[in-house]
């Protein structure tokens, strides 16, 4: 059955207004500091400050350009700034992804976050990498796929946000952060994965 345009319409608000959202609160620490504005993370700051500045400075980064990139329009009318757009995202995620994983490995947040939020740093860093890869290589419905997985997992900082609350309610603190740490970002990649599937032609050489 067809989505209704004012379904699609709504979904691709949300899409651009959630990612656009979550990017400018967290840059919140550049006015208020990290003590006061994130005092559960503050800790990192002290540990690792490279590592944390440049995720929590970088990531926000990724987010907000990242509807820019799967943007149709954009890609066909300005395919210079496509290009550009798409190292700063590729450079962004570099970084933040490092920082993201270094994190991961120090969090206090538990070993059940600690490997969620790793692996989900590797597999950020390594969808993005192969997808730009491929651009270079010139194997466009290759880079087109890897792209949509990248974009997902990037989304991960908006699911994380909307998923926290109901968690903590339902679970509790503890358990309910240890299982956002994974509920991020794995059905979103199935989410992905069946988008590529329904359109074959975007798969055609992945
Ligand atoms: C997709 C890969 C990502 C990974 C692996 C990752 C990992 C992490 C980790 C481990 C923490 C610290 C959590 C703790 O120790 O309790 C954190 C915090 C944070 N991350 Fe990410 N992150 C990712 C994406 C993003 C994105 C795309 C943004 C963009 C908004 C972002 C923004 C932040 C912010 C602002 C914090 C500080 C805490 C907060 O405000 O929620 N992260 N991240």
């Known amino acids: 059955m067809p989505v209704p345009p004012s379904l699609i319409r709504l979904r691709s608000a949300a899409f651009w207004g959630l990612s656009i959202l979550v990017a400018l609160a967290s840059w919140r620490f550049l006015l208020l500091g990290v003590e006061l504005s994130m005092p559960f993370v503050a800790y ?18 990724a987010l907000a350009l990242m509807p820019f990139q799967v ?79 990248s974009a997902a997992l990037t989304f991960a900082a908006v699911t994380l946000r909307l998923y926290l609350p109901l968690l903590f309610v339902s679970l509790g603190e503890t358990a309910g952060y240890s299982l956002v740490a994974w509920a991020c970002w794995l059905p979103n990649l199935a989410v992905a994965e069946w988008v590529l599937r329904r359109n074959r032609s975007l798969l055609s050489a992945a």
């Open 71 to 149: 943007w149709t329009g954009l890609r066909q009318h300005r395919p210079q700034l496509h290009r550009w757009i798409g190292r700063i995202y590729g450079l962004a995620i570099l970084l933040a992804g490092l920082g993201g994983l270094q994190m991961a490995f120090g969090t206090t947040a538990g070993p059940v976050a600690g490997l969620g939020f790793g692996l989900l740093a590797i597999a950020w860093l390594g969808s993005t990498g192969r997808g730009i890869w491929l651009a270079w290589q010139g194997r466009i419905a290759e880079h087109r796929a890897w792209m949509i997985r």
């Open 44 to 61: 990192h700051a002290q540990v690792r400050p490279l590592e944390f500045y440049a995720h929590i400075g970088l990531a926000p980064v």
